[in-house]
């Protein structure tokens, strides 16, 4: 087995047991964490593969990105500000249409260098070709959820079949690192027929569920319309929270709406760069915080946000509950970056990761603090949440792997990928103009 | 003269009566933009001291920061997520109380080198020790709109002899890059016998002002108490806005305050990051930019935002009007960059700025594209504010000069700009204690 020593960092361990924050080494054996040490102990316990030197350091959980469309980086300023209906009918559709798996493939790989390079040890997806999505998560060396999209409008059997075998052939793979789970896109896409065979799929496999729940208004005018309910309302009635689920956005949730979530322990992705931008509002993250609900944080896809840096994220939510509410107290940077990490790793039902920790996995990023914008350093936790930003993240490590060492990707070719995302994308917009 | 040309860069001029962007060169005589060419059109018109590959640039005027506290970067990460009275007065002000001129000048610099390394290519500061502060900007290079903060409850007429003083040694200095302007803080600290001797101060001396303005609830309620008038209603009947006036957050305004602005030309700073993050709410910008308010945007002190990241402020600006709004299509991507340049050079005064065109003052910005999250590039502008970051500028130029070049400060010891600012605010924060 390997290891690898960090030594003398600024130790973020977000373990509720350990001061906020100390000097200290960290060592890493094999895909875990061995020690970790507070000065003046030091961890000599060699020999070491690699010693770092942490004095410039930073050492923290890596962020958790808990919603996202990975492969939506090839649409990435191909549509802003425009009104939602004619921005996903006329534009997104169209060239999403035209996506083939090779697309898929060479989007997934930007997306996820992209959040290498910011600081994301693992990030969950619900797109299509899903087999080519893995193996952009498998090669990569990120820790990934991942989803095949369901739409039941038109039976949408076959991808309830395509959902199995990619259970089948990818639940668990790469040392654990890839999870499988279902993937229903949302209570208006999926009638309630078809949520009743997710869910016997889910049963029969033994698979978690995300779905996009309440994310704009309309959409809940629509279901009490149409139902007499809420979105929350209907899918606690047809069984779906007896699954472990993840509902992303939340944005438009009555009182009663936030007690079904927190009593039914739903998982909520909070994705609040996407909903401002697509005029969807502002989801009551406090209230669901005070309810005891799992809030994890996530970018969305690439064409809404327009990036998948989970740092601005994690700021924005601490930001806007402030605002929204007046006062300043809500939301503290601690409870940011919890939601950006631990909270994110409980809600996709992930072990032993989120916090650092002995025997924990090994998924942790390093972030450089002898930059201007991080100087002075009051408190690590406050400068990290209020004032740094992706390109300050140096060192990425999942499963005690070295992703990314002094911002260069090291299990992937960057140039490469960029290469051949634009002409993935190029093509795309030709097709999909000639269409 | 020297000359300086950037060869095949993506431009984006903001000159509305070119395209959008377009492929050129970009030619630099002195202080001024030479030319500005379209491809196929090359500019060869040398001998060039410096030839710059612009292959993986967009070139863009450099970014205007209407509102900062620049030395509170010292209290960067100090005091935060408290309520705002005990934030203040138990925080911010004791270690204020403190500082001394080395600490204002060591804590500017470090503001302007985290400024220009974020593509800031002018600041405003209303603050203390002015000298220092000015000294501080001519050294660095950037262009600064300064002004000594005054106080009138206890008279406060020391301040406005040090600023008459400080109009006399530095308007107009370094080239014209530095500008002062007066700073009475805000109506609450100003009373109106306050107001009428800065007034004649203004009009004696030719210069505008800068001022806080209904930046809090509590703040326009007690001006509707104490004068029976909102701020903007008591500032106008006390003749204020006959002087050129910069009012910074304007968070809580009235209709009718909408149209005194707008009527009586008054600038705006608009401050999106300070006024979630002190929880003072979110400034009715749609609703101004209809009126046709200029309003610029900042990033107040450092203390409350907690970083002077103008694209960060940039893109909150375009995210929160469509998500209060709850319309994707208001504050659109351009809208949002002009006010990030030009808007902010015509709110400070400051001509032939803020877009790229022959003969134009040469503050531009080189941002670096061949990164993940800004492939691909449907949209540069797009690109710019919804995707980009700080850490993308590579090269910033101010009246032609090259203050950052590959990331590395040319006029600026960065390291030991680190070590000074840490130094200052460790012994602020030890006397704090003390006293």
């Known amino acids: 087995m390997s290891k690898t020593v960090i030594k003398g960092a600024v130790i973020v361990t977000l373990d509720d047991s350990r001061p906020d924050n100390f000097k200290g080494d960290i060592a890493v054996n094999g895909t875990v964490i061995e020690a970790i040490t507070e000065y003046p102990q030091k961890f000599e316990n060699g020999p070491f593969e690699k010693v770092i030197d942490g004095s410039s350091y930073i050492v923290m959980p890596g962020l958790v990105n808990t919603h996202g ?10 549509a802003d500000d425009l009104p939602l209906k004619e921005w996903l009918e006329e534009k997104i559709w169209p060239i999403e249409g035209q996506m083939q798996a090779e ?105 978690s569920l995300q779905i996009h729940l309440s994310e704009t208004r309309g959409e809940v005018d629509s279901c009490l319309e149409e139902h007499g309910k809420t979105p929350p309302e209907l899918l606690k009635e047809l069984g779906i929270f007896n699954i472990n689920t993840l509902a992303a956005h939340c944005v438009h949730l009555s009182d009663s709406d936030i007690d079904i979530l927190a009593e039914n322990g739903v998982n909520v ?58 006062n300043p107290t809500l939301l503290d940077a601690k409870t940011a970056l919890k939601m950006s990490t631990i909270t994110g790793a409980k809600a996709l039902g992930i072990a032993n990761t989120g916090i650092l920790k002995e025997g924990y996995k090994a998924d942790l990023i390093a972030l450089r603090t002898d930059r201007p914008h ?35 990707l090291k299990k992937m070719d960057e140039q490469d990928i960029l290469n051949k995302a634009a002409e993935c994308t190029n093509r795309l917009i030709r097709n999909g103009k000639d269409n």
Not at 271 to 295: E, F, H, Q, T, Y
Request: charged share 20%.
């Open 69 to 78: 469309h990975a492969a939506m980086t090839l649409l990435r300023s191909y």
């Open 269 to 326: 992705a909070h994705n609040p760069g996407s909903n401002l931008k697509l005029g969807s509002g502002i989801a009551p993250v406090a209230r669901m915080l005070d309810k005891g609900i799992n809030v994890g944080i996530g970018t969305d896809g690439a064409s809404s946000n327009n990036n998948l840096d989970m740092i601005e994220e994690m700021r924005l939510t601490a930001l806007l509950s402030k605002g929204i509410e007046m």
């Open 374 to 408: 991080l100087v002075p350093m009051h408190d690590p936790i406050a400068n990290i949440v209020y004032s740094s930003a992706g390109a300050d993240i140096d060192l990425v490590m999942v499963d005690g792997d070295i992703l990314l060492e002094n911002r260069k």
């Open 103 to 207: 697309d898929v493939y060479w989007g997934t790989k930007l997306a996820i260098a992209e959040m290498i390079k910011s600081g994301t040890t693992t990030f969950t997806d619900m797109y299509m070709y899903m087999d080519r999505v893995a193996e952009a998560a498998d090669e990569s060396g990120i820790r990934a959820v991942l989803s095949r999209g369901l739409i039941g409008i038109d039976g949408g059997l076959e991808g309830l079949t395509e959902s199995e075998e990619f259970i089948k052939n990818w639940q668990g793979a790469a040392n654990g690192r890839i999870t499988v789970t279902l993937g229903p896109h949302a209570p208006y896409t999926c009638p309630p027929e078809f949520l009743k065979k997710v869910i016997s799929l889910a049963e029969k496999t033994g698979t």
